[in-house]
């Protein structure tokens, strides 16, 4: 089992910056490709990034690369996500999953087992 608990998110206004945290608990942290989503009012949840296991390889989704920035502390039992250059489509709630072991894509939700409350982010104009 792992828990998952988001924390960082809150109101910013464009441009600026923000950098979320996903604490785990559980023991095997470190064994979980790990995973950031979001969703906004009446869109479906979409993927944001990712990384795997050993935090070696990262992917990212065309609408936050070069913005966003995805890492890990396994030590720490820690995600991160750094954002930059927020936009006001950035808006959404967000939310930090653990990939499942089966899993063979990153940017599908069901291929995601463990999921946290998710943080409200909210950026203004």
């Known amino acids: 089992q792992v828990q998952l608990v988001e924390s960082g998110g809150g109101l910013v206004q464009a441009g600026g910056s923000l950098r979320l945290s996903c604490a785990a608990s559980?023991?095997?942290?470190?064994?979980?490709?790990m995973g950031w989503f979001r969703q906004a009012p009446g869109k479906e949840r979409e993927f944001v990034a990712a990384?795997?296991?050993?935090?070696?390889?990262?992917y990212y989704a065309d609408s936050v690369k070069g913005r966003f920035t995805i890492s890990r502390e396994n030590a720490k039992n820690t995600v991160y996500l750094q954002m930059y250059s927020l936009k006001p489509e950035d808006t959404a709630v967000y939310y930090c999953?653990?990939?499942?072991?089966?899993?063979?894509?990153?940017?599908?939700?069901?291929?995601?087992?463990?999921w946290g409350q998710g943080t409200q982010i909210t950026v203004s104009s």
């Open positions: 999953a653990a990939r499942k072991l089966s899993a063979t894509t990153y940017y599908a939700p069901g291929e995601y087992g463990y």
């Open positions: 990384i795997s296991w050993g935090g070696r390889n990262t």
């Open positions: 559980g023991r095997t942290f470190s064994n979980y490709g």
